[in-house]
C-alpha cells in the first residue's frame, strides 16, 4: 500500500516522518550503517520526510543524514533547526554548544553551516529549535524569511512555542509547521498550540509521538537503556511517576493487542487520527521498527477504538523534561 500524504499548509509530505535525532545523539550508542540504511528504506517506503537539527550531536547528525540522501536529495523533504550557538562547538561534543540566539546575524550563520553539512543547497523545512526569550521573535523570524527570498530555506516552522509567539512569528512570515512532543501520554498541546495553529492553517508535527519509545513496550525500565542515554534521568521514567506509566503503557498494549496491532502503531494510529493536518516523526535508528511504524498509516481507529483509548489511556505522570529543559519550552 502506497504512504498516504498529508499538508502541513502548502508543504506536502509523507503522513509519517523520520526522526534521525536518536541515530546520533541522546539515545545511547548508534550504528552509522544501520542508521544510512533506515534513512535510505524510509524512501522505499514512501517515508519522505526527515527531521534533523544541528543541536543533534552536534551536527554529526546532519551530516550523517546528508550522507544518507546523497544522489536523492530532492525525493526527501529535509526539516533542520538551528537554536544554540556552535561557532566554537566541536562536532560530537555537546559540552561544546553555546547558549540560545535568535538574532538574525545567527540565523544568517547557522543555515550555512546546516547547508554544509546535509550537502544540500536548500532546506525544505527550517525550524527555530527553542524559542529564545533575549530576541524578538519578530527579528528571528524576518531573518528567516530572508533565507525562504534567498532560496536557501523553502518553509520555516517554530519549534516548542507559546501560542502568543506563533501569532507574532505568523504576522511577519507565514510558517508552515510548529513542532511539539505530542501522544497518548502528553496531551498538552490540545488545549491551545493545535487550536492556535488551526486557526492561523499551521500544520503541526508530533515529535516523541511514541513517547520516547516508552508506548512501543520496548523497555519498562531505566536500567535497560544505555549509560548515556538521557531517559535513564527524565521524570517520566524514574520513581513513583514510571511506576504509573508503566500502567499506562500496559494498558496501550492491551488495547494494541485487542486490535491485533503493536503498540507502537496504536500510539501512532492514534496521533494521526486527530487531524489530517498533523504528522508525527517518531525516530528511530533501525529499519525494523521504520517499518512496523510506517505500517501505522494504514491502520484506522473506529470511533469506538478513539473513546476506548481516551476513557483508559490517562496523561503520563511526571514533567516532559528536567526543570532546565522545561524552562526552555512554550515561551
Given at each position: 500500500m502506497e504512504m498516504r500524504h498529508r499538508k502541513l499548509a502548502d508543504l506536502e509530505v509523507s503522513a509519517l516522518g523520520l526522526g534521525c535525532m536518536g541515530m546520533s545523539a541522546f539515545y545511547g550508542s548508534a550504528d552509522e550503517t544501520e542508521a544510512i540504511a533506515t534513512i535510505q528504506r524510509a524512501l522505499e517506503l514512501g517515508v519522505n520526510f526527515l527531521d534533523t537539527a544541528q543541536?543533534?550531536?552536534?551536527?554529526?547528525?546532519?551530516?550523517?543524514?546528508?550522507?544518507?540522501?546523497?544522489?536523492?536529495?530532492?525525493?526527501?523533504?529535509?526539516?533542520?533547526?538551528?537554536?544554540?550557538?556552535?561557532?566554537?562547538?566541536?562536532?560530537?561534543?555537546?559540552?561544546?554548544?553555546?547558549?540560545?540566539?535568535?538574532?538574525?546575524?545567527?540565523?544568517?550563520?547557522?543555515?550555512?553551516?546546516?547547508?554544509?553539512?546535509?550537502?544540500?543547497?536548500?532546506?525544505?523545512?527550517?525550524?527555530?529549535?527553542?524559542?529564545?526569550?533575549?530576541?524578538?521573535?519578530e527579528e528571528t523570524v524576518g531573518a528567516m524569511a530572508e533565507l525562504v527570498q534567498q532560496g536557501k530555506v523553502l518553509h520555516i516552522g517554530l519549534s516548542e512555542a507559546a501560542p502568543e509567539t506563533i501569532r507574532r512569528a505568523h504576522a511577519v512570515h507565514p510558517i508552515t509547521a510548529v513542532q511539539t512532543e505530542y501522544s497518548l501520554w502528553t496531551r498538552d498541546p490540545e488545549s491551545e498550540i493545535i487550536p492556535t495553529c488551526r486557526e492561523l492553517g499551521i500544520g503541526f508535527v508530533p515529535y516523541s509521538p511514541l513517547g520516547r519509545g516508552f508506548l512501543s513496550g520496548r523497555f519498562k525500565s531505566p536500567e535497560e537503556l544505555d549509560e548515556s542515554d538521557f531517559r535513564r534521568h527524565g521524570p517520566r521514567f524514574t520513581g513513583q511517576n514510571l511506576e504509573a506509566n508503566l500502567k499506562l503503557a500496559a494498558k496501550v498494549e492491551q488495547i494494541a493487542?485487542?486490535?491485533?496491532?503493536?503498540?507502537?502503531?496504536?500510539?501512532?494510529?492514534?496521533?494521526?487520527?486527530?487531524?489530517?493536518?498533523?504528522v508525527p516523526i517518531p525516530g528511530t535508528k533501525r529499519r525494523t521498527y521504520l517499518e512496523q511504524n510506517a505500517a501505522a498509516a494504514d491502520i484506522e481507529l473506529s470511533d469506538d477504538d478513539l473513546a476506548r483509548i481516551d476513557a483508559e489511556v490517562p496523561a503520563a505522570s511526571g514533567a516532559r523534561y528536567d526543570e532546565a529543559g522545561m524552562a526552555s519550552v512554550n515561551r
Open positions: 543541536l543533534y550531536g552536534p551536527m554529526t547528525n546532519e551530516q550523517l543524514v546528508g550522507r544518507a540522501i546523497k544522489g536523492r536529495r530532492d525525493e526527501y523533504v529535509i526539516a533542520t533547526k538551528f537554536a544554540r550557538r556552535l561557532d566554537a562547538a566541536t562536532a560530537g561534543d555537546m559540552s561544546t554548544v553555546g547558549p540560545l540566539d535568535g538574532s538574525a546575524d545567527h540565523v544568517r550563520s547557522s543555515i550555512e553551516g546546516s547547508l554544509k553539512c546535509l550537502g544540500t543547497d536548500h532546506v525544505d523545512l527550517y525550524y527555530q529549535h527553542r524559542v529564545d526569550p533575549n530576541v524578538e521573535i493487542a485487542d486490535k491485533g496491532i503493536a503498540p507502537a502503531q496504536l500510539a501512532l494510529a492514534w496521533v494521526l487520527a486527530q487531524g489530517e493536518d498533523i
